[in-house]
Every structure is written in structure tokens, then in C-alpha cells.
């Protein structure tokens, strides 16, 4: 209808008889249930409604929220590993979540526009590596603008330009890492046909933040100690 701008199209069977019209109108709806769909399925919570027993809720939620769990651990256990660098700079505990929480916004940005370019087929096997490139270097751009403000912070806030070295180059990593995951990560799932909309969040949230954790903690640890 966008396409060839039309007010209606016919419905015809197998033998080219007319049986039907489709009006914008339905066409709108269908598309509004779409989109409902895609943001709940974003979400992981399916197609459930308000009005779904507990059994069927929970039921919905609990794989993808055990998915969350074990990929929380995993960036606990990269937190681990630099146990001994984070109880000499108390500091980095401070701005550990900013890592964090840029990389997971950027990557979640990166991961919307891809699964919403694969369900109406914008994005194929013929332009993928196109819009990676494209994300990869939208994360580069933004995670240097950021870098910078964060660096500056860094200092002003911990009186060293130490820290906001560390931060600053952390967060380049990581803007360019959520960009590349959160194109990549639907595309591979589709592929092995897995809904995309629906596991892909847990995934880029878990490459972001390994990612930005193991950079942030593992410069620290070069630069400071």
C-alpha cells in the first residue's frame, strides 16, 4: 500500500476471481498488531495480555529471564577477574556502570533497527555487511563524541587524567562492539531460525557487558597499576 500508494487491493483466488477487497483501513491494523508484536517480542514477553492466568505468564517470561541469569553470571565472572584491581582503585566500581549502560542502550539501538529490517526484509543476505559497516562506524563516531565528554568527567571528577583515559577508550570499545553485535547477533539467529525479536536482547546485553567490563577493568589494570 506505502509502496504503490493504495486506497485498496483487490483479493483474487487461484483462478484470477475476484473474492475481496482489502481496504488501507485493515492494512493499518494488521500493521499497528505488528508493531505490538515486535515490542512485546523485544521485550520477551511474547504475546501475553493482561488478562493471561499466572501459569501462562510466567510460563512466557521464565526462559528468557534464565537466559538473562546465565549471561548475567558470565559478566560477574569477568568482574572477578579483577577483583584485586578494583579494591586498590575503589574508583572503578563508580564508573563501572556507565560502561555498562552505554554499551547496552547502543547495542539495544543497533539491535531494534536490524530486527525491524529483517521482519520487512530490508535487510538481506545482499546488503548485511553493508549496514554492519554502517553500525560499526555509527558506534565508533558516538563512542569517540563520548569518550571525550567521559574523559573529561574523568578528570574533573577524580582530579587525574588516568581514569578518564581508561574510560574514554573503554567506551570507544564497547560503542563499536554493541553496534557490531546488535546487527550481527539478529542476523545469526534468523539464520538458524530463531525469532530474532525474541532472544537477541539477552545476547547483545551479554557482549556489551563482558565487553565493556573486560576493557574498562583490563585498561585499568594496565594504566594504573
Do not use: C
Amino acid at each position: 500500500f506505502n509502496q504503490y500508494h493504495l486506497i485498496s487491493a483487490p483479493v483474487v483466488d487461484e483462478n484470477d476471481r475476484l473474492v475481496g477487497v482489502i481496504t488501507i483501513d485493515d492494512a493499518m491494523v494488521v500493521l499497528d498488531e505488528e508493531h505490538e508484536e515486535d515490542i512485546m517480542r523485544l521485550a520477551g514477553v511474547g504475546e501475553g495480555g493482561l488478562n493471561d492466568n499466572i501459569a501462562e505468564t510466567t510460563r512466557q517470561r521464565f526462559p528468557w529471564l534464565a537466559v538473562n541469569l546465565v549471561t548475567a553470571i558470565l559478566a560477574s565472572l569477568v568482574i572477578s577477574m579483577f577483583e584485586d584491581t578494583i579494591a586498590k582503585f575503589v574508583s572503578l566500581a563508580v564508573l563501572m556502570p556507565i560502561v555498562a549502560s552505554m554499551g547496552g542502550n547502543a547495542g539495544t539501538q543497533s539491535l531494534t533497527v536490524a530486527v525491524r529490517a529483517i521482519a520487512t526484509k530490508d535487510l538481506t543476505g545482499r546488503n548485511v555487511w553493508r549496514v554492519i559497516r554502517r553500525e560499526v562506524l555509527v558506534g565508533l563516531v558516538n563512542g569517540t563524541i563520548f569518550a571525550v565528554v567521559m574523559g573529561i568527567v574523568g578528570v574533573l571528577w577524580f582530579g587525574g587524567p588516568e581514569l578518564g583515559y581508561v574510560i574514554a577508550a573503554a567506551m570507544v570499545i564497547n560503542l563499536v562492539v554493541a553496534g557490531f553485535a546488535g546487527t550481527v547477533i539478529p542476523v545469526v539467529l534468523e539464520r538458524i531460525g530463531v525469532d530474532p525479536a525474541l532472544a537477541s536482547g539477552a545476547f547483545v546485553t551479554t557482549v556489551t557487558d563482558v565487553v565493556g567490563f573486560f576493557a574498562f577493568l583490563g585498561l585499568a589494570g594496565m594504566w594504573l597499576l
